[in-house]
């Protein structure tokens, strides 16, 4: 079982909460929370099996949210002594001050149950900042070599993205958090060049970001030799795919790529923040509103999607979320109605839901915790089919593999996708790839069309590092699990006529 | 004791036992207010500092390099910091955008005030604007509409030194106003933005009556079927669909094979005709209101952007000259490879037409048939062979009949490259500030004028607003 990293555990956190805390209450601040970060990251980019380039990051900071007079006020500094965290915090109720003239709404936090000193450490084997450089670099340059040895591969792109999130947070009412998370992702695309014709292609890993140590590099919980070998003739056999047919086919969606449309039309959608208008001018709104809570269908009666923040290696899972709140395990959407939203303590003691569920999130120590978004998972169902179960089922579609493209409106209504591969099926076979396929729908009607889910055998967690929310911009780390699913009728585009050739 | 970052650069160049070194400090201060539905809802004062040391390290096949950037680092850190440099650089081996690091010059851009403390701002710089805000609220409520936005000033002071002797700073101020207004009902949504250096040029109770005339333009509303619309662009979306292109316009990626402006056959685009208009793509550091580092710096190596080329000077450059693709960003190293003159990233864009008049009134006026837009949103490469872009509609889209506006329409997701979209350009307003709506946060020092455009591809109909 790992443990908190002693380095960050030496940082004066605990003095300097005391006196940030203790100069928000002098100054007459109702509530008060002091979070101190320090986020180690390495990015390491080869660009032809080589290094293209490496960058390795640490930030430290702190901050100081107060509820100052029915007010927010939110400072942070980074220089670490007690005389500044009194002062940040003098800021926050500074800056409170000045936007009382734009305030209206007198703040108030849903009551939470107070933990006074827990620890909280996610769950892998290999810390990556433990492992040299030069391995790293030998292992990306090892995997990029196997796509261009390939015939058909003139170039081959390598990106490892490594995060060590360590928090500390104490707030007013006495809770005392210090917790510990590790992150990685590594992604490996060929590149085809038809240079006589002007064409090119690419063909990228699956693999999805996880929350887990070095080890998923090198260990057994991903197949890199298989997918590595395979990525070529994929990509090779893609060059010579005939143009799809625009209309409407049946699909059969991989976990692979149904997590990001997971991710925009019910994650996003979900967010009561959004739902409430606190991200119209940036984000976006929802069309699955408060009142339609209970009532609204959103999809088939397969359709089952939880949010939590407590699956392991979820992007998103962590002890207590940065209000002290401990994180949980809730129904999003139940036998396609929706029933439940993802919710910070604020908007929970607005909408009268009792309590928070844990979502908020500061992506850095100089940023305001927002609502963020939990692990949302569609269900498999128990005993269900697997993929090649679903292809069986189809007369005449597609076979989606992997993500690409991505796009939704503002109120997570009209969306399209495309992917890494789209397989033409016949008759209950698949018969090779198809390109310039983009996925468009509605989601609502996307989701009504979800005729069947796979077992638990299909089930995979996908996700991703880049989520963006807020202003000023935050970015956040999270996981989406899905099965084989089948949708019936699905409006397929043809990319090249869309761009008018 | 807290070191200023021109004692931090210093005493990190003095620690360097490596074969070169770059050292990046730099001062971030900034303030934000954000707002929604006539209230607050968050805000901050955050200061922050972070230090970026790049290690060369000589081998025997070429010169390595690797990057290192710490917050907050005191004295007795910043040795460690070296240190970590130094060993990520042995590990790396040769980098193949190795270059000999910029050698000072006389009068070299960014060599002034080198001793000068950082700029900095705070939440004071809001002292007239928060009470312009606060009625503006009170008028939008009077007027039954909401208003949504964000206000954020930041101001970063870097200081480049490296051992070759250079001294460079830049303190660039970055300033965006955005309001959105809305119908209580949330039907009816209309928006603007604003770059300042300063927010002394913010007039917001202005910018809050426009909006409230666009809401009232949006009481008659149609719904139209998805097409091929004679579309007319404002300054703010044709701002994301031209970064978008500058963004792709890297030469080696071009060169390989991989881009839009890869030629067939091989090689770049660079001197093929894009647009029978007379428009011309450029940076310039210089741009009035739009200034931006005249010298690079960068903590990343990528096609685009060279740790070899900091402190290089970033010339003023025309990317596309009175309709042709004339340069494609180009790092000292790659320009070196393929016998060009480098053309580095610069961080602003402008698009002008000699010909270029009026703003979007006057485009509408001259209307027979066509859509009007606001922005566009959630922008994404659909195919990069073509940089085909897809994206949405959003905050208003007008139908102009007979040279006015007639009604509001639907939105749309567009399916549309904004490469293949120059030649089917068919009139160019005069250049004004803008800011792009979508990549905002990357991007905010733009000038753009609007454009009409012929058969813009309105692909299907989003019922999102």
Redesign the interface.
């Known amino acids: 079982m790992p443990e908190i990293d002693p380095a960050f555990l030496a940082l004066p956190m605990r003095p300097l909460a005391d006196a940030a805390l203790s100069r928000a209450r002098e100054l007459g601040s109702e509530h008060a929370d002091f979070r101190l970060e320090r986020i180690r990251s390495q990015d390491i980019n080869l660009r032809d099996a080589k290094l293209e380039g490496s960058h390795t990051g640490e930030v430290v900071g702190f901050a100081v949210r107060v509820v100052h007079q029915g007010t927010w006020g939110f400072a942070a500094g980074v220089d670490l002594t007690t005389d500044e965290a009194a002062r940040v915090a003098e800021r926050a109720v500074a800056v409170a001050k000045v936007s009382a003239a734009v305030n209206s709404e007198r703040i108030e936090l849903a009551d939470e149950p107070v933990h006074p000193d827990v620890t909280w450490v996610s769950s892998y084997d290999v810390n990556p900042f433990d492992v040299p450089d030069r391995d790293k670099i030998a292992l990306l340059a090892d995997y990029s070599e196997r796509l261009l040895a390939a015939d058909g591969v003139d170039h081959a792109d390598a990106i490892l993205r490594q995060f060590l999130e360590n928090k500390f947070y104490a707030d007013t009412a006495g809770t005392v958090t210090t917790q510990q998370r590790i992150r990685l992702e590594a992604d490996l695309e060929a590149t085809a060049v038809d240079a006589a014709h002007g064409q090119f292609e690419t063909m990228r890993t699956c693999a999805p970001p996880v929350g887990r140590g070095w080890e998923y590099l090198t260990g057994g919980t991903w197949d890199w030799d298989t997918e590595l070998s395979r990525v070529p003739e994929w990509l090779a056999e893609k060059m010579k795919a005939p143009s799809v047919q625009s209309g409407r086919y049946d699909l059969v969606i991989d976990p692979t790529n149904l997590w990001l449309t997971i991710h925009e039309s019910i994650g996003h959608a979900t967010e009561l923040d959004r739902a409430l208008g606190y991200e119209a001018a940036y984000a976006g709104t929802s069309f699955a509103t408060f009142d339609k809570l209970g009532a609204l269908r959103y999809g088939s009666p397969v359709m089952n999607v939880v949010g939590d923040r407590t699956v392991e290696h979820g992007l998103a899972s962590i002890g207590y979320d940065d209000e002290g709140v401990q994180t949980q395990t809730w129904n999003i959407v139940k036998d396609g109605v929706l029933v439940g939203y993802q919710t910070d303590r604020r908007m929970a003691q607005l909408m009268g839901l009792g309590r928070s569920n844990g979502c908020a999130y500061a992506d850095s120590p100089g940023h305001i915790p927002v609502q963020r978004m939990a692990n949302v998972s569609l269900q498999p169902a128990p005993g269900g089919p697997s993929t090649e179960e679903l292809i069986a089922g189809v007369d005449r579609g597609i076979y989606v593999v992997g993500d690409r493209s991505w796009s939704i409106d503002m109120q997570r209504y009209n969306f399209q996708f495309t992917g890494q591969r789209f397989f033409q099926i016949r008759g209950g076979e698949i018969i090779g790839q198809l390109r310039d396929v983009a996925y468009q729908a509605t989601t609502t009607d996307f989701w009504g069309s979800l005729e069947a889910v796979g077992g638990p055998q299909t089930f995979l967690l996908g996700g991703a590092f880049n989520c963006g929310k807020a202003q000023p911009g935050q970015t956040a780390a999270v996981s989406h699990g899905a099965p084989a699913t089948l949708f019936r009728g699905i409006n397929i585009l043809n990319t090249v006529k869309e761009g008018g050739r | 004791m807290?070191s200023t970052p021109q004692e931090t650069v210093e005493r990190a160049l003095g620690l360097s036992k490596a074969d070169g070194c770059v050292v990046l400090a730099t001062e971030v201060a900034?303030?934000?207010?954000?707002?929604?539905?006539?209230?607050?809802?968050?805000?901050?004062?955050?200061?922050?500092?972070?230090v970026a040391v790049i290690s060369l390290v000589n081998g025997a096949t070429g010169t390595a390099s690797?990057?290192?950037?710490?917050?907050?680092v005191d004295a007795d850190a910043l040795e460690s910091l070296v240190r970590?440099a130094e060993?990520?650089a042995r590990?790396?081996?040769p980098?193949?955008?190795a270059m000999p690091l910029v050698e000072p010059a006389d009068d070299h851009p960014g060599s002034a005030g080198w001793s000068e403390g950082p700029a900095g701002t705070s939440?004071?710089v809001?002292?007239t604007f928060?009470?312009e805000?606060?009625e503006a609220?009170s008028r939008a409520a009077a007027a039954d509409r909401?208003l949504?936005?964000?206000a954020?000033h930041i101001v970063e002071s870097t200081f480049l030194g490296t051992s070759t002797g250079l001294r460079l700073r830049h303190d660039q101020p970055t300033g965006r106003l955005?309001?959105?207004a809305?119908s209580p009902d949330?039907s009816r949504?209309a928006?603007a933005g604003q770059g300042t250096r300063d927010f002394a040029d913010v007039d917001v109770l202005a910018l809050d009556a426009a909006l409230g005339q666009r809401l009232d333009w949006q009481r008659n509303h149609v719904e139209l079927e998805p097409g091929?619309y004679e579309t007319i662009l404002p300054p703010a979306a044709v701002a994301d669909l031209m970064t978008g292109l500058y963004w792709t316009a890297t030469a080696r990626d071009a060169d390989?094979?991989?881009t839009v402006f890869?030629?067939?056959?091989?090689g770049s685009r660079i001197g093929e005709r894009l647009t029978d208009v007379p428009i011309t793509l450029r940076s310039d550091p210089w741009a009035p209101g739009l200034q931006c580092a005249p010298f690079l710096y960068t903590?990343?190596?990528?096609?685009d952007l060279s740790?070899f080329d900091n402190g290089a000077p970033c010339a003023a450059a025309e990317w596309i000259s009175g309709g042709v693709l004339a340069n494609l960003t180009t790092t000292r190293s790659w320009a070196q490879r393929t016998g060009r003159r480098p053309t580095l990233q610069v961080d602003n864009l402008l698009l002008e037409s000699p010909d270029g008049a009026g703003g979007v009134d006057d485009m509408v006026a001259g209307t027979g048939r066509g859509l009007l837009l606001t922005t566009l949103?959630?922008?994404?490469?659909?195919?990069?062979?073509?940089l085909?872009e897809?994206?949405?509609t959003?905050d208003g889209v007008y139908l102009v009949e007979g040279g006015e506006v007639t009604a509001a329409v639907n939105?749309f997701?567009f399916?549309?490259?904004p490469v293949?979209m120059l030649a089917r350009i068919g009139g160019v307003g005069r250049t004004e500030r803008t800011i792009p709506r979508e990549f905002t946060?990357y991007f905010t020092r733009t000038a753009m004028p609007a454009l009409r455009v012929h058969?813009f591809?309105m692909?299907?109909?989003?019922?999102?607003?």
């Open positions: 807290t900034e303030t934000n207010l954000r707002w929604a539905k006539n209230t607050l809802t968050t805000n901050g004062e955050m200061r922050s500092r972070r690797a990057v290192v950037e710490r917050s907050a970590a060993q990520a590990d790396a081996g980098a193949e955008d939440v004071e809001f002292h928060a009470p805000l606060s609220f909401l949504f936005g964000f954020e955005e309001l959105n809305k949330f949504s928006w091929r390989e094979g991989r890869s030629k067939k056959g091989g903590t990343r190596s990528s096609s740790v949103w959630y922008i994404r490469v659909l195919d990069p062979q073509t085909l897809t994206g949405l959003r939105n997701r399916n549309e490259s293949d946060d058969d591809n692909s299907t109909v989003s019922k999102g607003v």
